[in-house]
């Protein structure tokens, strides 16, 4: 790769999320000197050195800085993007505005700091400096957010500040939101002045999370991390046929699980994978598309998913372990697409891998050795939690530190075999001559740098006896904790264990640039982010004053006319045209604020019922899915500046990759079980081999290409194989009534008859409040203990009067379970009555997985149909 092109990425690089201003050495050390003190106080504000602190020396503010952690992290943030992003192509110098900006920008923030206790004593009776405070933060942060993101958030987040501002004033608006507007005073107060808006829930997380996970993995790529997964991922899959282009995808998924950007993600692996790409033959967009889908993917990668997972225990309100576990079987099966695709590329090209010194590593060795390497993992857990078991009658409460002394242990031990091996250094992929490493001593090489992934993923995944599941913020400063372990002494110790003394203090300057550039890449990683969490808040904040998402909701309630698939397909489009240009975790508030309560609310009034988590992951992956979408395409125009090519055709090339990302999510909206929600252990192994083989097969119909290139015929039945095995209950409803329905008197005797925990469907029928027309909405109900019918209903806040045949319904209490289903859109004092027209029951029928057989003997007479035309081997 050429200088230009290496400048080109970098530069798309900086303009996009780490700020392009090289404005003179005075400019370079003060944001160098912010992005070291930003990193710092969160280290700080996360450790439990503030209450420390305040207790020896009885100074409070010690402590109190952490309640306050929000409005300096803006400050900073906004600080950061004036100084490092300019806005009017002045690169190389920061005129008198950006000062101006700047020093507006920390004064609005850290004023609700210093007069935090004044504040606190007029709440809602805001003075005129506190307008006048927040109105200038508002337009500073509206700069800020321009500096660093362009347009895109900018004009949604004006348009609901219109929305704010002059919604009271149409008539239309007025009716379908009951809003009636709000003056300047009042709005500025909602934003700025409260937890409403600017500094409610996306940037509260960004505070306490997002920061700390965006910075361990700075940490990690500083380090030398991100290449060892690049060289890993080379020695083992390189030498396959198309081998490159797998090794892209695998270190992108690595890479990706800890990245919060998609667009450093291409850059970072791309660099390296690209080149090799295109010499064994790839042309320049798809070598790009192949390293763009690899990393959106890597954003919807547990368990980070590009901080979006933190924002999902927020707005779901499930325990983070339940959003990763949800997350985790769709990722996994579109990886492992997304290499078949590549395979079937390489296969139709006739191309090859790159030559491999030593023992030739084949499909079936590969598969034996993620086994191995699973099976290791889950054995050292194993073991861990039973050393600490055992030691815990004899050290209750304190067994972390026996076992804080055996990871000490390993990173001795796996420094010093590492030492053994020549370091893990970053090649140049244009070189004449490219082999793949040999996987040994590349692995070993550099294996210590899996120990804070591993302490990371400990501390959010397994629970002992004497010590819960850390919380996501805890387990993120822990995990940094280690890694600048690993940072600062990895090099000297492998000087030391190489008998290199004359080397030691060289390593050890090194590793200490090493430990200081991840604090500085940490902090500029974060610019970008902390300004779009906080304009994100914007338009949460909009939405809680205006109900402006119930807008969206009848206009594609509309357009939808009550069909569940144009719905869906409506969102699908507007989460990727509001996901363009937008980072992932601005990405994933944007569409779940607008879009989640949509099909929420307008699928319920259409039947259809599923979980939150399966919501929010839908619009989630269309969102991402904006990255390579052209025009817009940020991760596009990435890649096509290394890899030479178009970034249009790039972008849409990559989308055609990314059609098998975009089948998964209408599939888990139908068939939960993608999720794992209410799957046993067995029933997830038998989902995840079924739900594999009907995305591979998908994936061969989106290339034309099975075994060997496909008939059109023969691509109609391998997507009819792809429906039954993704919806075989679709089958099983034409051949059976999923539910039984009953009315009136009958309709309480069902509910009666559920066993607690069964579950039903209750069709309600009510006026709405605005315009009297009927209309009907669905809820989930389950039996939550024994009673009668009306108690059991009682019970979750539904009082039921029985009228003869109809079952008429009283308004709910607000705080009650389905007040915000029912409670602010229906009208229950009208001439109609709210009612429960019918209970629906979930009849016993014989299991849907029966239709897995026709699918996969359908499957067995294609592959027996196309193994004679196959011109050559598979591997």
Known sequence: MTDAANKSAEDMVAEADTGARNAGPFAKKLIFAL?????????????????????????SEFANIVAQARYIHLAFAISLATLAFPVFGHRDRIPIYDWVLMVLGIASCLYLVVFRFEIADRPGLWTTTDIVMSGIGMCVLMVAVFRSLGLPLVIIAS??????????????????????GASFAKAMGHYWMQTEGVFGVALGVSTTMIFLFVLFGALLEKAGGGNWFIKVAIALLGALRGGPAKAAVLSSMMTGMISGSSIANTVTTGTFTIPLMKRIGFAPEKAGAVEVASSTNGQLTPPVMGAAAFLMVEYVNIPYIEVIKHAFLPAVISYIALLYIVHLESLKMNLQGLKKPGRHIGVILILVLFLTGFLAMAAITFLVVGFRAMLEPMMPGATVYPALVLLLVAYLALVYVASKFPDVVVDDPNSQVVEAPRLTPTFLGGAYYALPIFVLVWNLMVRTEDLDRLSPALSAFWATIVMIIVALTHRPLKAMFRGGADNFSTQTLTSWRDFVAGLESGARNMIGIGVATGAAGIIVGTISLTGAHQIIGQVIETIAGGNLMILLVLVAILSLILGMGLPTTANYIVVSSLMAPVIVSVGAQSGLIVPLIAVHLFVFYFGILADDTPPVGLAAYAAAAISRGDPIKT???????????????????FNTDLLLIDVGPAKAVLVFFVSLIAMLVFAAVTQGYFIAKSRKWESVVMMLVVFMLFRPDFFLDQWQEKYRETTGPAALAALEDLPVGGSARLRVSAPDFDTGVV?????????????????????????????????TLEEPFPGTKYFDQLGNDYDFYGDAPAQIEAVAVENERMPKEIFFIPALLLLLIIVAIQRPRATQPAF
């Open 35 to 59: 992005c070291i003190t930003w990193s710092l106080f969160h280290l700080y504000i996360a450790s439990k050195v503030p209450g420390v602190l305040a207790q020896v020396t009885g100074v």
């Open 775 to 807: 209309g009907t909405i669905t809820l989930a109900y389950t039996a939550e203990a024994e009673g009668t019918a009306l108690e059991r209903l009682d019970a979750v806040g539904l009082t039921v009067i029985e009228d003869g045949d109809i079952l």
């Open 159 to 180: 348009a609901f500040l219109a929305l704010a501002f002059f919604g009271g004033y149409s008539e239309w608006v007025g009716s379908v939101t009951n809003y009636g």
């Open 651 to 669: 972008g849409i090339v990559g989308f055609s990759y990314d059609i098998r990302t975009a089948l998964l999510p209408f599939m888990f909206i």
